[in-house]
C-alpha cells in the first residue's frame, strides 16, 4: 500500500478516536460530583439555590446530558471549546497559549532520551562486561525507580540553590532583551534542567530497550556478513546492527508519548513551567470543566498525531513493514 | 609445486566454557592452490565452519581464541593482524558465504546496496559506480532483470535467490579465495545443483579458489579437487578427491561414505542397508587421550584409547590419522 494511503486511513482512524475520546471525556466529568455552579458558590462563599440555579441556565447546565453533549461536539467542530469561567478566556485560545512550551519540554526531552538511550544502549551491548554496561544497569535503576518530581527537586537544589548556573523557574527572564537568537539562549536556559528530569526515565528505559536489541541483533548473521565482508566495526555497529534494533525503541518511544505528556504535567508543576501541566492543575483545582476538556482533548490530538508520525518513522527504518 | 595460496598451518583455537576449556581446533593443517577447490567435510561440530572463521580472523573472542599456528595468504601472515588490515582483506581477498541465505543478508538494506557497499569499502568506487558494479555481479549470479532486483529487499527474494545475492557479494571484489560455508544447506535440491553449477562457473571464469565446506560427499566428489575430512577440531584425512573418495583409509571417512545414499535404477533383490556411524561427536571439553574417534570407532585397536594419531602420508598417495591404517 503507498505511503500517502496508509497515512490518510490512519488519519481518518484518528479523527474517530478522537471524537471518542471527547464523547468518553464530557461523559465520565458529566457524572463526577460537582461543577462548575458549585466551585462559583463556594467562591462566593455559599450561595442560595436560586442563585446556583441561575448560573447552571447560564452555562447551560440545566439541559438535559444529550443536549449539552450535542452542543459542545457542535462546538468543537467550529475550533470552539467553550468558555473559561475561571481564567475568563475561550479555552481554546488558552490552550494553544501554553500549548507551544509543552511541546517543546516533552519533544526536547523525547529527543534528548532517545537519542542519549540508544547511545548509552548501543555502547553498552557493544562491550557488555565493560564499565558502560554496569552504568546503563544503574542509570536504569535509578530512572525507574526515582520519582520526577523527587529528581526534579534534587536538580533544583544542586544547579540552583548550591551551584546557581540555572533559573529556579518559569520559561523566560523579562529583563533578557535582544534579537531572537537571545531570546531562543534564555528559553534554552530555563528548559534544561526539566528536560532532564523528564527525560530522565526515558533515557533509562530506552537505553536497556537499545542494549538488549542490539545484542539481539549483534548475534545476527548479516551482522556476521557485514564483518566478513570487512566493513569496519563502527559502520557494523551503526549502519547494520542499529537500524534494525531501532524497532523496539520507536515503537515503545510512540506508545511512551502519552506518559510523557503526563509526566510533563509534574515537571511543569515543579518547574512552574508555563505549559499545559501548570494549567490542568490550575484548572482541575478550581474545578474548571472546559478548560480540563480542553487540555485532554488538546493532549490526545497530540499523542494521536505522533502515533501516526512513530508509524512513519517505522516504516522508514524498516522496509518489512506492510499494510495498514 | 609453487607455494601454495592460502597456507594454513597448525592452527590452534580454544574456547573457554563453563564445562571447562574445549580445544575447538587442534593443529589444524589445510593449503589451498590459486583457482583449486578444497573440500572440508565433516559432522557438525567438527570444526569445519571454526576453520573458516579463523581464516577470515572472524572467531568470536572472547570465548575464543586462536593460540598457534599461522595463516598465509601469498606467503602474508594473516594472525595477529590488526582489526584494521583485516578488515582491508575480508570481502577483498577472501570472500565468504554463509549456509543461512535467509538470514545472512540485512533485511533493512537493498540486495545492490549491500553488494555494493564492499565494493566502495575495498575499490574507492564511488557510489554510482558501485551500485553498477552490483547489478553486474547480479547478472553474473544470473539473476533475472538484475537491475530492478538491486532495489529489493532481502524478503522480497527466494532462498536460492538470496544465496545468489550472497555469492554476488562475496565474490563483489574479486577476491583471490572464496570460503563457502555449507551454501546449499538450507536450499531446496533442484536449488542447490544450480548454486553449486554457478560456483563452478564461476570459479571457472575468475581463477578464484574455493574452500567448500560441506556434509555433501556428492559435492565434494563432483566439485573438489582435494578433500579434508574433519573430526572433532582435528584432520582425520586429507588427499585428492579420487584416492581418498576411492580408497578412505580412516574408518570415520568409510562412515560418511557408506552414510550417502546411492540412487539405483535397477534396485538388487536384496538391499545394501543404509550406513550410519554409530554416536556422536564427543564433547571437546572431555577427549580422551587417545583418538577422538575411538569410541565410535568399529575396528579400534588398544593403541587408539591411548595415544593420539599423528597425520601421516599413506601409500595411496594422502594422509590419514589412523592407527589401524598405519599398521
Known sequence: MPLARILLTRIGYGILLLLAVLVLNFTLISIAPGDIADSIAGDMGGADASVIAEIRARYGLDQPFLVQLWRYMAGVFRFDLGYSYFFETPVTALVLERLPA????????????????????????????????????FLSLFGFAAPVFWTGILLIIAFVSIFPIFPVGGMRDVTVEGGWLAQALDIAHHLFLPMITLASIY????????????????????????????VPERTVLYKHALRNALGPVVTVAGLQFASVISGAVVVEAVFSWPGLGTLALQSILARDTPTIMG??????????????LTDIVLRMVDPRIKGG | MSAPLLDIDGIVVDFSTRAGDARVLDHVS????EGEILGIVGESGCGKSMTALSIMGLVPQPPGRLTSGSIRLAGRELVGLPESELCDIRGKEIGMIFQEPMSSLNPVLTVGEQIAESV???????????????????????????????????????????????????????????????????????????????????????????????????????????????YAGRVVEKGAVGTVLSDPRHPYTRGLIACVPHLEPDPPAVRAPLLEIPGVVPALTDLGRGCAFAPRCGSRIARCDAEKPPLEAMDGGHLTACWVARA
Open chain 2, 120 to 230: 566502495r569499502l575495498h575499490e574507492g568506487a564511488s557510489p554510482r559506480a558501485a551500485m553498477a558494479r552490483a547489478v553486474e555481479m547480479l547478472r553474473a549470479v544470473e539473476i533475472p532483470e538484475a537491475d530492478l532486483r538491486a532495489k529489493a529487499y532481502p524478503h522480497q527474494l527466494s532462498g536460492g535467490m538470496r544465496q545468489r545475492v550472497m555469492i554476488a557479494i562475496a565474490l563483489a571484489c574479486r577476491p583471490r579465495v572464496l570460503i563457502a560455508d555449507e551454501p546449499t544447506t538450507a536450499l531446496d535440491a533442484t536449488v542447490q545443483a544450480q548454486i553449486f553449477d554457478l560456483l563452478q562457473d564461476l570459479q571457472r571464469d575468475m581463477g578464484t579458489a574455493i574452500v567448500l565446506i560441506t556434509h555433501d560427499m556428492g559435492a565434494v566428489a563432483e566439485l573438489a579437487d582435494r578433500v579434508a575430512v574433519m
Open chain 1, 295 to 308: 487540555i485532554l482533548f488538546f493532549s490526545s490530538l497530540v499523542v494521536i498525531v505522533f502515533n501516526i
Open chain 1, 102 to 137: 509543552t511541546l517543546l519540554l516533552v519533544v526536547s526531552a523525547q529527543v534528548l532520551a532517545i537519542g542519549l538511550g540508544v547511545l548509552l544502549g548501543v555502547m553498552a551491548a557493544r562491550n557488555p562486561n565493560g564499565a558502560l554496561n554496569t552504568l546503563v544497569t
Open chain 2, 30 to 33: 589445510l593449503d589451498v592452490a
Open chain 1, 203 to 230: 533515557i533509562a528505559l530506552y537505553s536497556r530497550l537499545a542494549r538488549a536489541a542490539m545484542q539481539e541483533v549483534l548475534g545476527a548473521d548479516y551482522v556476521r556478513t557485514a564483518r566478513a565482508k570487512g
